[in-house]
């Protein structure tokens, strides 16, 4: 469902982790008159986010988190669980906590009975880069940005981040953790895999000049499907381990429908491949 929002007037946003998605966050809400309090593990980090601009202060001690509104956690999935328990012990009781991981329902699980004042978020933008530097204005222009509250979900908190990330120029989204899982494992998990899937495939060429052309030939359809599989490792792990019974069920899915283009070219059934190319054809538009 998608959502409104309320106004907020100018706030202290707090950003644990300044890669790609933290960095870009407070590129773009600092214009927008907040004051942005940034916290990397890396000092050098923290000194280049002063330096460029990009935030009001940064430190590497989540203490800096104590004079916040709201905290955005940018941190790895696997790091969520750690990170939530170091910060809330410098929390204001009022403070809004939300993240930006790309599964939910153990994230909402985890920190919902540590913190009530949490929101659970997943900003559907990205690249293949990492880290501060990959950061840049208008990386979530008209991307779809996931908030999913659960019955104890306090108004106040879905309010104050449905209008901050709106403010980004977001369209918002909420749903049930679950069901957020599940939508991202066909659009975002399962892209990954195959992605990932169709470049190693690829090396299983065993004559090396036929290899060294395929790679020589590459152009716009073997960059487009291999993008994201050629993206951080580090993401598609986490996917696959805290995601894992909708991206298997997505993968089974796949797995399926391949075996009948299989099928279909083996017994030379070039009608039904054709009804199938035009169908996904007619229905691709809808998901973009």
């Given at each position: 469902?998608?959502?409104?929002?309320?106004?907020?007037?100018?706030?202290?946003?707090?950003?644990?982790?300044?890669?790609?998605?933290?960095?870009?966050?407070?590129?773009?809400?600092?214009?927008?008159?907040?004051?942005?309090?940034?916290?990397?593990?890396?000092?050098?980090?923290?000194?280049?986010?002063?330096?460029?601009?990009?935030?009001?202060?940064?430190?590497?001690?989540?203490?800096?988190?104590?004079?916040?509104?709201?905290?955005?956690?940018?941190?790895?999935?696997?790091?969520?669980?750690?990170?939530?328990?170091?910060?809330?012990?410098?929390?204001?009781?009022?403070?809004?906590?939300?993240?930006?991981?790309?599964?939910?329902?153990?994230?909402?699980?985890?920190?919902?009975?540590?913190?009530?004042?949490?929101?659970?978020?997943?900003?559907?933008?990205?690249?293949?880069?990492?880290?501060?530097?990959?950061?840049?204005?208008?990386?979530?222009?008209?991307?779809?940005?996931?908030l999913t509250p659960i019955e104890t979900t306090p108004p106040i908190a879905l309010e104050t981040v449905t209008s901050l990330v709106r403010s980004l120029q977001c369209r918002v989204y909420q749903c049930h953790p679950a069901e957020h899982d599940r939508a991202v494992a066909w659009i975002s998990h399962l892209p990954v895999m195959v992605s990932a899937?169709?470049?190693?495939?690829?090396?299983?060429?065993?004559?090396?000049?036929?290899?060294?052309?395929?790679?020589?030939?590459?152009?716009?359809?073997?960059?487009?499907?291999?993008?994201?599989?050629?993206?951080?490792?580090?993401?598609?792990?986490?996917?696959?381990?805290?995601?894992?019974?909708?991206?298997?069920?997505?993968?089974?899915?796949?797995?399926?429908?391949?075996?009948?283009?299989?099928?279909?070219?083996?017994?030379?059934?070039?009608?039904?491949?054709?009804?199938?190319?035009?169908?996904?054809?007619?229905?691709?538009?809808?998901?973009?």
């Amino acid at each position: 469902m998608q959502v409104g929002s309320m106004q907020v007037g100018a706030m202290k946003v707090g950003i644990v982790g300044l890669g790609l998605i933290g960095g870009s966050l407070a590129i773009d809400l600092r214009p927008l008159g907040h004051t942005i309090l940034g916290v990397s593990r890396n000092p050098k980090t923290c000194q280049a986010a002063i330096d460029r601009g990009i935030v009001d202060d940064a430190s590497s001690d989540l203490k800096l988190m104590s004079a916040a509104d709201v905290v955005f956690l940018c941190v790895p999935l696997s790091a969520i669980a750690a990170t939530t328990e170091q910060l809330i012990p410098h929390l204001l009781p009022t403070t809004v906590l939300t993240d930006v991981g790309s599964v939910k329902t153990t994230v909402v699980e985890t920190i919902a009975p540590l913190w009530p004042n949490f929101i659970g978020g997943h900003p559907m933008a990205g690249t293949a880069d990492s880290g501060l530097d990959a950061a840049f204005s208008g990386l979530f222009t008209d991307k779809a940005y996931v908030l999913t509250p659960i019955e104890t979900t306090p108004p106040i908190a879905l309010e104050t981040v449905t209008s901050l990330v709106r403010s980004l120029q977001c369209r918002v989204y909420q749903c049930h953790p679950a069901e957020h899982d599940r939508a991202v494992a066909w659009i975002s998990h399962l892209p990954v895999m195959v992605s990932a899937s169709l470049i190693a495939a690829c090396l299983t060429e065993t004559d090396p000049t036929v290899l060294d052309l395929a790679q020589k030939f590459a152009s716009s359809g073997f960059r487009d499907t291999s993008r994201v599989g050629g993206g951080n490792p580090e993401l598609g792990l986490m996917m696959a381990t805290y995601n894992r019974e909708a991206l298997l069920r997505s993968l089974q899915a796949y797995q399926q429908q391949l075996g009948q283009v299989i099928q279909q070219i083996e017994q030379k059934d070039w009608a039904t491949l054709e009804s199938e190319l035009t169908q996904t054809q007619q229905i691709r538009p809808q998901f973009l």
